[in-house]
C-alpha cells in the first residue's frame, strides 16, 4: 500500500469514529425539538379548553340570572303564539291563563320555560347548546342524557361543576353542567313534587363547540411548528458542518504529525553529521557558529513579522469594535425617537376641559410603552377621556397605542364634521374597535377604560373593556370602586360591552391606574395590593406626585411593566 492510499484509508477510518457521535447528537436534537412542539401544542389545546370553560361558566350565569329574576316575580305573563302556547304543567295554578281588558290572551310563563326557550334561541345564534335537566324533571323533554345523568349524581354527592370534552353529532364540544338549587320562587310548580328550599332539583349544562375556538388557536400552531421546523434545520445544519470541520481538523493534524515525524528525521540526521563534522575540523566548529548567527537573524526577523501580524489584527480589532458602538448608538437615537413621537401624541400632563382637571404619569418599561391615555373637548357639554393597556410592551405594543389614538380621532372627527354619535355611546364605540382589531389580526389585546363627561345632566357614562385594576371614586375622602367588568378589545369577535351612567357630586376626585402598578407593590397577595391602592388613594390631597412619592417610582431604574397613573378631579 503506497502512502497515498494509506492517508486515504486513515482518512476513512476517521470518519467511521466520529459519525456515531454525529448522528447520536442529530438524534438528540429532533427528539428535544419534537418534545418542545408537543408540549407546546398540548399548552395550546388546554388554553382552547380553559377559554371554553370561560365560555360556558359565563353562559351558565347568564341562565341563572334570568332565571331567578324570573323566579322573583313568580313567572311572567306573555302573549300566547305558536311557539308558546299554555305550558299543561302549570295546569294546576288558578290564573295561568288570563285575559286583557281588550281582548289579549295572556299566559304564565314560569322560569323552566323561559330558560327552555332562551337556551333554544341561544343555540340557533351563536352555537352554544344548553339544556334544563333532572333526575326526576316534570316534562319528559328534559329528561338527562347518559352524560348529564352521571354529573347529576354527583351533585348528590357534593359536587358543585363537571366539565369534559365529548363529541355530539360528529362535533367535538366543552359540556359543563352546574347545579339548579330549589329557591322559595320554585315551589310554586315542584312543591307537589316533595322539593324543600336548598335542594338540589337538577341542573344546566352548556355545551361550547370548540370548532370555533380552534380556527383562534390554528394560526399559532402554525407558526409554533415552521419555527420549530427551522431550529431544526438549523441545527442539523450547524452539526452537519461541525462533523466537516472536525474531519478537515483531524486531516490536517495527520499532516502535521507526519510533518513533525520528518522533520525530527531530519534534526537526528543534521545532529549526527554536525557531530562528525566538529569531531573532525574546528573549522567546520566556527562555520557552526556562523549559522547559529544567521538562525538567529531569521528567528528575530521572523519575530518581528509576527507582531506586525498581531499589530494590524488588533487594528482590525478595534475597527469592528467601533463599528459595533456606532451601530448600537444609531438603535439608541432610534429607540429615542420613537419614544419622543409617541410621547407627543399624549395630552398634556395636566389640562383642564370643561371644569375638569386632569393630570397623568407615564412611565414606559422600556423606550415606548405599551400603555396610553387621552382626554378631549368634544364641545362645551361633553368631555371624553380613556385610559388603555396593550398586551406586552415595547415597540410592537405602541405601535397598537397609535392604532388606537388614530381610531378614537376618526370618531372625534366623525361627531364635529359628519354628525355620528358613536363617540358619545361607550358602548357601541367599543363594540366597533373590537371589530376593529379583530379584521387586523394584530395578535394583540387591549384593555380599555372610555367615558364620557355630561355637563348638561351632571353625570358620567362609561364602559370597561377589561381595564384593571379598577378606577376609583373618591368623594369626602371615602373611596368607590368602579368594578365593571369587559373583555379586552380584540380577544373575542362575540365580546359584548355595556353603558353605565354615574350621577357625579359638586366636587370628587377620579384616580385611574393600569396593571403594572401592581408589579412595583411589594405586597405578595392581590388583595393585599388593592388594599395598598385604596389606602393610598383615600389620603388627603392625593396627586400623581404623591402617588410616586408612595411607591417609589423616581427611585426605580427598571420596570418589569409600563405603568400609567391618571386622576381627574372636579373643585368647586
Known amino acids: 500500500m503506497n502512502d497515498d492510499s494509506y492517508k486515504i484509508e486513515k482518512l476513512k477510518n476517521t470518519y467511521l469514529d466520529i459519525a456515531p457521535y454525529v448522528w447520536g447528537i442529530a438524534f438528540i436534537w429532533t427528539v428535544v425539538l419534537a418534545i418542545s412542539l408537543f408540549w407546546n401544542l398540548h399548552l395550546i389545546k388546554e388554553r382552547d379548553i380553559e377559554n371554553a370553560i370561560i365560555q360556558a361558566q359565563i353562559a351558565y350565569s347568564k341562565d341563572v340570572i334570568y332565571r331567578r329574576w324570573n323566579t322573583s316575580h313568580k313567572g311572567v305573563y306573555v302573549p300566547v303564539t305558536d311557539k308558546t302556547p299554555p305550558n299543561p304543567y302549570l295546569a294546576h295554578i288558578p290564573e295561568r291563563d288570563i285575559t286583557t281588558p281588550s281582548g289579549k290572551k295572556l299566559t304564565l310563563m314560569n322560569p323552566a320555560y323561559m330558560t327552555r326557550q332562551v337556551l333554544e334561541m341561544t343555540e340557533e345564534v351563536f352555537g352554544l347548546k344548553g339544556h334544563i335537566t333532572s333526575l326526576n324533571p316534570i316534562r319528559k323533554e328534559n329528561k338527562a342524557d347518559l352524560w348529564e345523568t352521571k354529573a347529576l349524581e354527583k351533585f348528590e354527592e357534593g359536587v358543585t361543576e363537571v366539565s369534559s370534552v365529548e363529541v355530539i353529532d360528529g362535533e367535538e364540544y366543552l359540556r359543563l353542567m352546574r347545579p339548579l338549587k330549589v329557591e322559595k320562587g320554585c315551589l310554586t310548580c315542584h312543591a307537589q313534587q316533595g322539593y324543600k328550599v336548598g335542594d338540589i332539583r337538577g341542573g344546566i349544562s352548556v355545551s361550547v363547540p370548540l370548532a370555533k375556538i380552534k380556527i383562534l388557536s390554528t394560526k399559532y400552531i402554525y407558526n409554533l411548528s415552521i419555527i420549530h421546523i427551522i431550529l431544526w434545520f438549523v441545527g442539523i445544519v450547524g452539526i452537519a458542518w461541525s462533523k466537516s470541520k472536525l474531519e478537515k481538523s483531524e486531516w490536517k493534524r495527520e499532516q502535521v504529525e507526519e510533518t513533525l515525524e520528518k522533520a525530527y528525521e531530519e534534526v537526528e540526521h ?67 425617537a420613537g419614544k419622543m413621537i409617541q410621547f407627543s401624541l399624549l395630552p398634556r400632563e395636566v389640562k383642564t376641559i370643561n371644569g375638569f382637571t386632569f393630570h397623568r404619569f407615564l412611565q414606559p418599561s422600556m423606550f415606548v410603552s405599551g400603555d396610553f391615555l387621552d382626554y378631549f373637548e368634544l364641545n362645551s357639554r361633553y368631555t371624553g377621556f380613556y385610559i388603555a393597556d396593550v398586551a406586552g410592551h415595547g415597540v410592537s405594543s405602541a405601535f397598537v397605542t397609535v392604532l388606537l389614538k388614530t381610531l378614537f380621532s376618526n370618531y372625534i372627527h366623525y361627531f364635529k364634521n359628519e354628525n355620528d354619535n358613536t363617540i358619545l355611546n361607550p358602548q357601541q364605540l367599543m363594540s366597533k374597535l373590537n371589530v376593529e382589531f379583530m379584521q387586523r389580526k394584530l395578535d394583540k389585546h387591549v384593555a380599555v377604560f372610555y367615558g364620557i363627561f355630561d355637563n348638561e345632566k351632571n353625570s358620567m357614562i362609561y ?110
Open 270 to 336: 543534521r545532529v549526527e553529521a554536525r557531530t562528525r563534522e566538529l569531531e573532525n575540523s574546528y573549522q567546520d566548529l566556527y562555520q557552526e557558529g556562523l549559522n547559529r548567527e544567521k538562525a538567529q537573524v531569521e528567528l528575530k526577523n521572523l519575530n518581528e513579522h509576527l507582531e506586525q501580524k498581531i499589530s494590524e489584527r488588533t487594528k482590525d480589532l478595534r475597527l469592528s469594535n467601533d463599528q459595533l458602538s456606532d451601530s448600537l448608538k444609531a438603535l439608541k437615537e432610534d429607540e429615542e
Open 463 to 572: 364602559t370597561n373593556a377589561g381595564q384593571f385594576p379598577h378606577p376609583y371614586l373618591i368623594v369626602d375622602g371615602k373611596e368607590t370602586s368602579l368594578t365593571t367588568k369587559g373583555v379586552p378589545l380584540g380577544l373575542f369577535d362575540f365580546a359584548h360591552y355595556n353603558n353605565f351612567e354615574l350621577d357625579l357630586p359638586e366636587t370628587f376626585k377620579m384616580v385611574f391606574f393600569s396593571d403594572g402598578i401592581l408589579e412595583i407593590i411589594p405586597q405578595k397577595l392581590l388583595r393585599d395590593k388593592e388594599l395598598f391602592l385604596k389606602t393610598l388613594v383615600t389620603k388627603k390631597d392625593v396627586s400623581v406626585s404623591t402617588i410616586i412619592e408612595a411607591t417609589h417610582l423616581k427611585e426605580k431604574e427598571h420596570f418589569p411593566d409600563d405603568i400609567t397613573i391618571m386622576i381627574i378631579d372636579r373643585i368647586k
